[in-house]
């Protein structure tokens, strides 16, 4: 069954592909700004039409990424764990995020001292938080994570560049009776097999799914928010009683983003 969420998103007025961080940015590439305007709106008001509420954050120049809230701060009960960025281009989106949670009445957030690219490597199941590393984040923030917000984090290890965010390569489905799709090809042997014994009833998604940031997906226990492409991986969740709603994100793929990116999850 849906569950009424509460989302922070950051509209892309400064977005652009200016440096490179992950293998999808290509500064030579151009964007086109009044499509990813349109793209991001569309994702939006799609979560506003299912009867989500959508929080808004003011963009700031010079932060391109900005767009991609999920990156800045983890929010379970109440409890909020801003974010420390690995690159220095984003190191500043941090504090406008704690600020925002300051202004709205959110007055203990903690900063971690470690990387913590928040929900683009953490994903809450509902009960434990799944925790990716490799990449971005470093896992010393997964024992913080644990102890700030004190939920149970399982540790995983992302081992391909391209799936460089935990959230690129696994989303969580439903949290009643906790389920996940992820490709597996993006995890090392031993995290494949935590994920095997922690979901054997996984949906598991192919190469293409990930390629076209399938799993970069938003799930309200019911419907799923998913780029245009996913087809494969929406008929799969269609056979499980999910609802695939698309969403076009191909400017927001060119700096490595995708609909899950821009949505941080506000929980209590
Ligand atoms: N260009 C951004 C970066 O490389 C994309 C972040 C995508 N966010 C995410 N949650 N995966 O940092």
Not at 162 to 184: G, I, K, Q, S
Not at 189 to 216: H, K, M, Y
């Amino acid at each position: 069954m849906p569950t009424t969420r509460r989302y922070l998103m950051c509209p892309p007025r400064y977005f652009e592909v200016a440096y490179s961080i992950n293998p999808w940015m290509d500064p030579a590439k151009p964007v086109d700004h009044d499509l990813v305007m349109r793209q991001w709106q569309t994702l939006h008001d799609t979560y506003v039409d299912l009867g989500h509420k959508v929080e808004t954050i003011e963009p700031q120049p010079g932060l391109p990424d900005m767009v991609f809230a999920a990156n800045s701060a983890t929010v379970i009960d109440g409890r909020v764990l801003g974010a420390r960025f690995r690159a220095e281009q984003r190191a500043a989106e941090a504090d406008h995020y704690r600020r925002w949670f300051n202004e709205n009445g959110y007055h203990n957030i903690v900063m971690p001292t470690c990387i913590n690219e928040a929900e683009g490597d953490f994903a809450w199941t509902g009960r434990y938080l799944l925790a990716g590393t490799g990449f971005r984040t470093d896992p010393g923030a997964h024992a913080e994570a644990q102890e700030v917000l004190g939920v149970p984090v399982v540790s995983l290890h992302l081992t391909d560049p391209r799936y460089y965010h935990l959230d690129t390569a696994l989303f969580v489905l439903n949290e009643d009776e906790p389920n996940v799709a992820y490709y597996p090809g993006a995890f090392s042997e031993g995290s494949q097999r935590v994920l095997r014994r922690l979901f054997p009833d996984a949906v598991i998604a192919t190469a293409e799914d990930a390629e076209t940031f399938g799993l970069n997906a938003v799930s309200d226990g019911r419907n799923v928010i998913l780029p245009t492409e996913s087809t494969a991986l929406a008929a799969q969740i269609e056979d499980r009683g999910y609802e695939p709603i698309f969403v076009d994100i191909s400017e927001l793929k060119k700096s490595g983003g995708g609909p899950k990116c821009c949505t941080m999850e506000i929980r209590g």
